[in-house]
């Protein structure tokens, strides 16, 4: 199967370096009336650059269109190639549950990779869906909340209504921001986002 028919699974860009990755289309994946859209990078990528456009229109494209496919893409992909990282959505974030879902199938399934997220759609797992928060905590994929200023962040809890806790990613200049590691340089030579949760630690990243 030509996988890049039907997706385009990056191995790397100047801040990942080399970290396998999926993106979709920002602002339509993301949360309604996302905070960050006037300073969406991907958005600007994708007027400056068409070709970014098309790959991402086309991943999401496959996976509106054939889930299954879309995920046995990637799949085959990290099979394959079998890389250290994987990262999901350099731009856009997590479309719904059952995406979420094949996620955390795609890690069980695949202990030798490290799969990471940042979203910012915290529905997914705060309490009125604690089934994903413990399958979450359970599961080998590393979620982390993407928080920005002013945008409130979630109490999570499990289905006894015990707190749990997701590593967080702060802005520079967010208030909020605390027991962080300072995001230093590119992906592949740190690592960390992948281990907050077994650290304890939240990361700050600059803004670009």
């Keep these: 199967m030509n996988i ?5 699974i990056s191995e790397g860009n100047s801040k ?3 970290i396998s990755n999926i993106s979709l289309p920002p602002i339509e994946t993301c949360i309604e009336n ?3 859209a006037k300073d969406c990078y991907p958005k600007v990528y994708m007027k400056r650059w068409p070709k970014i456009k098309e790959i991402y229109e086309k991943n999401l494209r496959t996976y509106k269109n054939d889930p299954e496919l879309y995920f046995k893409c990637i799949r085959t992909y990290i099979e394959k190639e079998k890389p250290k990282y994987f990262r999901w959505h350099v731009a856009g ?3 719904d549950l059952y995406y979420l879902n094949q996620m955390h199938i795609l890690a069980l399934t695949n202990i030798d990779t490290k799969f990471m997220v940042f979203t910012k759609k ?3 797992i705060e309490n009125n869906h604690s ?3 413990s399958e979450a905590l359970n599961s080998p994929l590393r979620i982390i909340l993407s928080a920005w200023p002013g945008l409130e962040l979630p109490v999570l809890t499990d289905e006894r209504g015990r707190n749990q806790r997701y590593p967080i990613a702060f802005l520079e200049d967010d208030e909020r921001r605390h027991n962080y590691l300072k995001c230093e340089g590119k ?4 690592g960390k986002c992948w281990e907050l949760k077994d ?4 990361v700050c990243l600059k803004r670009i």
């Design 122 to 124: 915290y529905k997914y």
């Design 187 to 190: 992906c592949d030579a740190c």
């Design 93 to 95: 974030d997590i479309p």
């Design 131 to 133: 089934q994903w928060v």
């Design 4 to 8: 890049k028919q039907y997706v385009t």
């Design 34 to 36: 996302p905070p960050c």
């Design 16 to 18: 990942l370096g080399e």
């Design 199 to 202: 650290l304890h630690k939240n």
